[in-house]
């Protein structure tokens, strides 16, 4: 796709023993991570959305570096990934624990002083567990399977043609200021609507229209056709079939009934894809000792070293999960509970880093019911511990998104993915501690969560509507062995099931921008570079627009 830069260049930094590691990428990083985590908890509960920031770090990144004096491309990397990390720690936390308030769990907003450390101590334990994980996910995601991660592919494309100038560097950020003009018109002036649907077709139970949203046809472009013709298939299925046919046959009493129903299915299939997923891996590992034990005799040294690196490896891994299971037991969550919620990331971690490389959305907080529910079936949950549960979850799993996206920025432009690690718990340390903090004050400064507060917080909402249990166990058992079949056949069930779960009006987005990628691929088969730099434009240009509002909105408290 790129070209691949030398690790070893003369011109890159190093710090604490660690290649393209640098002290000011830390600095910078982690003073970044500090601001779009705040902004980030802002736009989650005001808009219940979260642009990737990615596009935009990077660009401030390179934009600090070469401020401070000469800089790389795999700095700019490891700035960059530093800084983006607090916005999905943001995310899990916005996207779930708010429920409490709205559930009046919480009753009052002046509570931080009686809670903050509870919800702090598991926001940590999301982050680690979501460092540790993804960096053993990396290989087989990003090396082997090679999935399309469209965020991380666009944050490359952005770092190196914004380096090298020339052509396309004009296609780059001209198709970002189209996009950022576009989404200020649409966002803040209110002057473009931000969805084209149809009161007649609505009327009629058909609930389909189109996102008005040139990041989503850059990820359609990126992703690609199969995966956008999958994921729209979804859409079809639960926005033109389920609903307004099965209402209409009385197959379902209600369209409430037939939309549980999609739903129900669609999180059954990425759940079953969560399962296929732990299954390959299992089956990959046992491959892989029985190749190393075949083979140990013919490279005894390679051996023993192999040995000492996954020992330093296995201890770290024992260490973080053994932190991880201290700090959920001292939030109040019982052992067992707390047991299985690691053992729940573990799978949940494997879907959403699936889902994020297929489609470039990661519906955290869905991962989260979907692992609380699973414990539900063994232990007892209070409701508070039941929300704290659902958190730690849904940071892991945004932080599994988030980091990989990162890697395959890296790995394209060659970047030594220690120094990602390093930088990631730095900023990831960062958010865990803003965030905690940033949902407080907001929802203290606008006194409480809801609409009429003016913090909809939607997918907090969804998630206290869901903490009582999901639909019909028959379909969702059903339909999660189809997706473990599914996926060991090597369909991409798991976007099957995003497009089933999320509103037509963002799969036909979407699936524009893949429509538009068979058309040119076909056309001007040489040009899928240039769509590529033109798509992450497109990204880059919503992502910053849409964290500059609310960075404003935030200061302005509007």
């Not at 730095?426 to 003016?454: K, L």
């Not at 799969?507 to 992450?536: C, E, H, M, Q, Y």
Request: net charge positive.
């Amino acid at each position: 796709m790129s070209k691949v830069f030398d690790n070893v260049s003369n011109n890159e930094r190093s710090f604490a023993g660690i290649p393209q590691l640098s002290l000011r990428s830390q600095i910078i990083g982690a003073l970044g991570s500090a601001i779009i985590t705040a902004s980030s908890m802002y736009v989650a509960l005001r808009m219940s959305a979260l642009p990737w920031p990615t596009i935009f770090v990077s660009i401030l990144s390179m934009s600090l570096l070469k401020l401070f004096g000469k800089t790389t491309l795999n700095e700019i990397n490891v700035t960059q990934t530093s800084m983006s990390s607090g916005a999905m720690v943001a995310g899990g936390l916005a996207f779930t624990l708010p429920g409490l308030w709205i559930t009046g769990i919480w009753d009052k907003v002046d509570v931080m002083g009686q809670y903050f450390w509870k919800v702090l101590l598991i926001t940590m334990a999301g982050m680690i567990l979501g460092t540790l994980l993804t960096w053993f996910l990396r290989p087989r995601f990003i090396e082997r399977e090679k999935l399309p991660y469209p965020i991380g592919v666009a944050a490359a494309e952005t770092i190196r043609t914004g380096d090298e100038g020339g052509r396309k560097s004009i296609v780059l950020f001209g198709t970002m200021a189209f996009s950022a003009v576009f989404t200020a018109l649409r966002d803040s002036l209110g002057w473009i609507p931000s969805a084209i649907s149809s009161k007649w077709l609505y009327a009629r139970n058909f609930q389909v229209g189109i996102w008005v949203s040139p990041m989503a046809a850059g990820i359609g472009y990126i992703i690609g056709t199969l995966y956008t013709g999958v994921w729209f298939l979804g859409a079809l299925l639960s926005y033109i079939l389920i609903i307004p046919v099965g209402t209409a046959l009385k197959i379902f009493p209600s369209v409430d009934a037939a939309a549980e129903f999609k739903n129900t299915v669609g999180i059954g299939l990425m759940v079953g894809t969560g399962i296929g997923i732990l299954i390959s891996y299992i089956i990959s590992l046992f491959k892989k000792r029985t190749v190393s034990t075949d083979g140990e005799s013919s490279n005894s040294s390679q051996s023993i070293n192999k040995g000492k690196k996954i020992s330093t490896g296995k201890l770290l891994s024992v260490l973080a999960v053994a932190v991880t299971y201290v700090l959920t037991v001292l939030c109040g969550l019982s052992p067992v509970a707390s047991a299985l919620l690691i053992a729940g990331v573990f799978v949940a971690s494997a879907m959403s880093a699936t889902i994020t490389g297929q489609t470039g959305i990661n519906p955290m907080e869905i991962f989260g019911i979907i692992v609380l529910l699973a414990i539900r079936l063994f232990v007892d949950l209070d409701a508070t511990d039941a929300f704290f549960t659902a958190a730690c979850v849904a940071v892991a799993c945004g932080y599994a998104g988030d980091m990989l996206n990162d890697y395959k920025t890296g790995h394209i432009i060659g970047t030594n993915p220690v120094a990602q690690l390093v930088s990631q718990f730095v900023g990831g340390f960062v958010g865990t501690v803003v965030a905690a903090v940033s949902m407080f004050a907001v929802v203290g400064q606008f006194g409480g969560v809801g609409i009429e507060y003016g913090l909809p917080a939607g997918q907090a909402f969804i998630v206290s509507q869901m903490v009582n249990g999901i639909g019909n166990p028959v379909v969702f058992v059903t339909a999660a062995l189809a997706g473990v079949i599914l996926y060991l056949l090597k369909v991409p069930v798991m976007t099957l099931g995003i497009g089933m779960y999320l509103p037509f009006e963002i799969s036909s987005a979407v699936f524009l921008g893949g429509l538009i990628r068979l058309v040119t691929d076909k056309v001007r088969p040489n040009s899928v570079d240039t769509g590529n730099i033109a798509s992450s434009g497109l990204l880059g240009g919503e992502g910053i627009t849409g964290v500059g509002i609310a960075i404003i909105n935030m200061l302005l408290l509007k």
